[in-house]
Each structure stands twice: as C-alpha cells, then as structure tokens.
C-alpha cells in the first residue's frame, strides 16, 4: 500500500493486487535488493503473483501454519 501511495496508484487492496505497474515496482525492489545482497539473476524472482486473501482462508495451510505444497499446487494450478 505504501508503495502504491508513493507512486500514486489508486485502488482498493484486490485491485493494487492485480495492477500490472505495481507488480513491476515491487518487482523491481526486489531485483535492487537481491543485486545489493549479492545474488546470481538465476536465484531472483523474475514475476511474482500478489495474492489478496490469506492462505488460512484458502485452506492451505496445516494446523501448525505451515503451507501445504500439494493443495497449494492444486489450488493455483490453473
């Protein structure tokens, strides 16, 4: 939200989630940062999927909260 506020990009929380200018600044920090902690390109995320709702809604996540790799595979397979 702060980032979206400082480059002024309006909208609720689900519609900042789905713009396409903010996922590349966000993107971008990410880069800057993982260039500034010495990491290969290979190991930096090239696109990222900012999800709305927690995890804990979606049904997800184990009882000790730890994610649950074959449901959440199934769940974002599409």
């Known amino acids: 939200m702060k980032l979206a506020q400082k ?21 971008k920090e990410l ?5 500034q902690s ?7 995320a090239k696109n990222i999927y900012i999800e709305p709702d927690t ?4 049904g997800i ?3 000790t909260m730890k994610l649950q790799r074959f449901a959440a595979k199934k769940y974002y397979q599409k």
């Open 7 to 27: 480059n002024n990009i309006q909208g609720s929380f689900e519609q900042l989630c789905k713009d396409k200018g903010l996922r590349g600044l966000i993107c």
């Open 38 to 44: 010495g990491l290969m390109s290979f190991e930096q």
């Open 31 to 35: 880069d800057a940062i993982g260039k």
């Open 61 to 63: 996540l184990s009882s």
């Open 55 to 58: 995890f804990q809604s979606k």
